[in-house]
């Protein structure tokens, strides 16, 4: 995800509806009345096939961020009943219903949301965006069954897109099905009135939705062009078919958040949409396919305790700008002064000298409190993680005389884990592979050690020397401002070596000494 810089900082199917065909036994029907848009009150209502005595159904405690937000105090009015009529619905726990009833069953409630942005839902005169989790009980035990989503009083002229399968049986083409309620959480959907348009890039086709205005598609489609033949290429390959971009520019600065095969994004404007699409759609493999073991399997009704996000969010935002730079849609010199504001973030945050990556990591639960956010209690691990991304790049390039790279390192762990269907242990196995990327390469004994960069500054606190490594690379840090909050600007030596030029070069064009 791509949170709102002033949190961070210091401080299909367009619907296209057709041509798809359904799994024979859906088995969990939903729908859901957008009635009442002046209300923001969803109306919705859950068949469940089936039962046979007790039933459990639960609304998740978080989705999309790292944050308990207890969807299931949204809830009005829950009632259920089978073929008999009413039966006894009990609360046994903050977000969990018992019913007791057989064959099957249906659940009604209303839910309240207004909130705008990617983390959210929100239902208005204007459209209707919906994170399903946020919005729809799921069964805990029957989370895996397949899932079918109707909408209703849906107003004239709304389209619907979502990166799911329409279902064909419904010829209103208002109707979304997915193979389990997983599936069905990693793919918000967008009701309203808006543009779309879609073309090839990175050996796929790419769908942009767009809702707002000061935008143009040919700047889209370029910008969106270059980041998803980039980053395909460098991580061999499109992982799935389609990928769908849901934009919402000139609301205001919201974030974005990815989702296994689309991602939704609200910028204030367009300028804004290169940086947070090349994070988000770099998301499709660190973090939805090469994924954490700490974040499995997914358990909606606790925290899952993560020491990967400095990787899994920071070295995101290190690609993000690795593929600007690479692509052209930043000059060498934007790039510098990207490395070099992320940088001047951590080091402004009096917090970087006690708090390590791994605890920023684990303590993303505690970003919903806003004095945990102030710059004494806590680093981001956005920010810091990014700086580690590239002062490990870095230090692999120097150890390898330019033969490994953190390139290296992603694809070798998407290779390893993603593509084996297996997750990786947090930083060990980042270290592990780097490590063994050395080892491979030629690299003396004495250099593969990694264990003391992952010691002092991903699981612990020492001050980065961020100057010293950025020399490896030709490259000088400067401090530009004397009192208060010092600046940093980054900037080319003049008579770098062969290898620091090699660095450089490697850092902004992506390439090793390796042919
Ligand atoms: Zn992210």
Redesign the pocket.
């Known amino acids: 995800?791509?949170l709102p810089r002033c949190f961070l900082r210091v401080a299909a199917v367009i619907a296209v509806l057709a041509g798809f065909s359904l799994p024979a036994h859906a088995t969990i029907n939903y729908t859901i009345s957008l009635a009442r848009p002046d209300q923001h009150r969803f109306h919705v209502r859950m068949a469940i096939p089936g039962a046979t005595g007790n039933l459990e159904v639960q609304m998740a405690a978080w989705d999309a961020l790292y944050q308990i937000r207890d969807f299931a105090a949204r809830v009005i009015g829950l009632h259920a009943e089978d073929a008999a009529g009413p039966v006894v619905v009990e609360k046994v726990d903050k977000e969990t219903w018992k019913i007791k009833a057989a064959g099957t069953v249906t659940v009604e409630y209303d839910t309240e949301w207004n909130d705008p942005g990617p983390f959210a839902s929100q239902l208005d005169r204007e459209h209707a965006f919906i994170n399903f989790a946020m919005v729809l009980l799921y069964l805990p035990e029957r989370h895996r069954e397949d899932v079918r989503v109707r909408f209703l009083d849906v107003p004239e002229g709304w389209r619907i897109a979502v990166e799911l399968q329409p279902d064909s049986a419904d010829a209103s083409g208002q109707t979304i099905a997915a193979s389990s309620f997983d599936a069905l959480a990693d793919a918000p959907a967008e009701l309203g009135i808006f543009d779309d348009f879609s073309f090839n890039a990175g050996g796929r086709t790419l769908r942009v939705v767009v809702r707002g205005k000061g935008w143009n598609r040919a700047d889209i489609t370029d910008a969106l062009t270059r980041i998803a033949n980039y980053e395909t290429s460098l991580m061999g390959g499109p992982p799935d078919k389609e990928y769908m971009f849901l934009f919402d520019i000139g609301f205001g600065w919201g974030g974005?958040m990815?989702h296994s095969d689309c991602a939704a994004i609200s910028i204030a404007t367009a300028a804004q949409l290169p940086d947070t699409s090349a994070?988000?759609f770099f998301?499709q493999w660190n973090v939805k396919r090469l994924r954490p073991r700490s974040l499995e399997p997914v358990d909606r009704t606790r925290e899952m305790w993560t020491r990967a996000l400095w990787f899994a969010?920071g070295v995101?935002n290190t690609y993000a700008h690795y593929t600007l730079v690479r692509t052209g849609l930043f000059s060498p010199r934007q790039f510098y002064d990207a490395l070099a504001e992320e940088y001047g973030e951590v080091e402004a945050r009096p917090a970087h000298l006690w708090m390590s990556a791994e605890e920023a990591s684990l303590n993303a639960w505690f970003e919903k409190y806003p004095l945990y956010n102030e710059p004494d209690f806590s680093v981001s691990y956005y920010n810091k993680g990014d700086v580690i991304g590239v002062a490990l790049d870095i230090v692999l390039r120097e150890a390898s005389n330019n033969r490994v790279s953190l390139d290296d390192v992603m694809r070798q762990m998407y290779d390893d884990f993603a593509k084996k269907g297996r997750f990786y242990n947090d930083s060990a196995d980042i270290r592990a592979t780097a490590e063994a990327l050395l080892r491979r390469a030629g690299v003396p004994a004495a250099s593969t050690d990694l264990g003391s960069f992952f010691a002092q500054y991903v699981s612990g606190a020492k001050e980065i020397p961020f100057a010293d490594i950025l020399s490896e690379a030709g490259l000088e840090l400067q401090t530009i401002e004397g009192g208060g909050i010092p600046v940093y600007r980054i900037v080319e030596t003049s008579h770098p070596t062969d290898l620091q030029l090699g660095i450089r070069n490697g850092l902004l064009l992506g390439r090793t000494s390796q042919p």
Do not use: C, I
Request: charged share 35%.
């Open positions: 995800m791509n974005g990815e994070h988000e998301h969010e995101t």
